[in-house]
């Protein structure tokens, strides 16, 4: 799987948008991007994944630049309880079902 | 629905002890994980099972670690001897099958070892 790059920490405001990079200029074309996030001292949750359109659901918008070789994940309205270490996950489809987890993004929300 | 089980949460062994930890998945949910997550660092995968069969354990150290999933449901993993090193918090996942289905993980069991 293509390895990512995230910057290792951010801060939001509460409220505000939080935009949460991630770089994966090694991607191949069947690889899809996966963001989970672990809340202190739980297991980590699964967000959102895409191939190559912009994906949104409850929790997030995925935004896929168009040569896929980075994304960022948008919470739109951050809370104090999206506090959270946000991994950036790179797969292909024929891998098995295997994430391999890098160092995340360390995001705080301040009130 | 009810969610990944695991137990215990906490465990504190001294080193050449042995530990088992046990993880019931989402029911139905056919593929298993277990994942070490060492302090500041993210998950790594140590062992796959889908059913009761092992699809990968590749990362598993296997002079000290076994794990088992004898009727495709609940999964125990043991560490026997454990080393200062394999202070961890153990993470059981599960999905509904292999590929591209997302992983629901138990709570952990964060393990000492003095």
């Given at each position: 799987?293509?390895?990512?790059?995230?910057?290792?920490?951010?801060?939001?405001?509460?409220?505000?948008?939080?935009?949460?990079?991630?770089?994966?200029?090694?991607?191949?074309?069947?690889?899809y991007v996966?963001?989970?996030?672990?809340?202190?001292?739980?297991?980590?949750?699964?967000?959102?994944?895409?191939?190559?359109?912009?994906?949104?659901?409850?929790?997030?918008?995925?935004?896929?630049?168009e040569d896929?070789?980075?994304?960022?994940?948008?919470?739109?309205?951050?809370?104090?309880?999206?506090?959270?270490?946000?991994?950036?996950?790179?797969?292909?489809?024929?891998?098995?079902?295997?994430?391999?987890?890098?160092?995340?993004?360390?995001?705080?929300?301040?009130? | 629905?009810?969610?990944?089980?695991?137990?215990?949460?906490?465990?504190?062994?001294?080193?050449?002890?042995?530990?088992?930890?046990?993880?019931?998945?989402i029911s139905?949910?056919?593929?298993?994980?277990?994942?070490?997550?060492?302090?500041?660092?993210?998950?790594?995968?140590?062992?796959?099972?889908?059913?009761?069969?092992?699809?990968?354990?590749?990362?598993?150290?296997?002079?000290?670690?076994?794990?088992?999933?004898?009727?495709?449901?609940?999964?125990?993993?043991?560490?026997?001897?454990?080393?200062?090193?394999?202070?961890?918090?153990?993470?059981?996942?599960?999905?509904?099958?292999?590929?591209?289905?997302?992983?629901?993980?138990?709570?952990?069991?964060?393990?000492?070892?003095?």
């Amino acid at each position: 799987d293509a390895k990512t790059t995230q910057p290792p920490s951010m801060d939001c405001a509460e409220g505000r948008a939080a935009n949460l990079p991630c770089n994966h200029s090694t991607i191949s074309g069947n690889e899809y991007v996966y963001w989970y996030r672990q809340i202190h001292s739980q297991g980590p949750q699964y967000i959102i994944h895409g191939l190559k359109n912009n994906e949104t659901n409850e929790m997030a918008s995925l935004i896929i630049t168009e040569d896929r070789k980075s994304s960022t994940l948008i919470l739109p309205h951050a809370t104090l309880r999206d506090t959270a270490v946000y991994y950036c996950i790179v797969r292909a489809q024929n891998a098995g079902n295997m994430l391999t987890f890098g160092g995340g993004t360390r995001l705080m929300v301040k009130p | 629905e009810a969610g990944v089980a695991q137990s215990p949460r906490y465990k504190i062994i001294e080193k050449r002890q042995s530990v088992a930890f046990w993880c019931n998945p989402i029911s139905g949910h056919a593929t298993l994980y277990w994942y070490q997550q060492i302090l500041g660092q993210g998950p790594k995968l140590l062992i796959q099972f889908q059913n009761n069969g092992v699809v990968d354990d590749s990362q598993l150290p296997k002079d000290r670690f076994s794990a088992e999933r004898l009727k495709g449901v609940d999964s125990t993993l043991k560490i026997q001897p454990a080393k200062l090193e394999d202070s961890a918090v153990y993470l059981c996942a599960s999905s509904l099958q292999q590929g591209p289905y997302e992983q629901y993980f138990g709570p952990g069991t964060r393990l000492t070892v003095t």
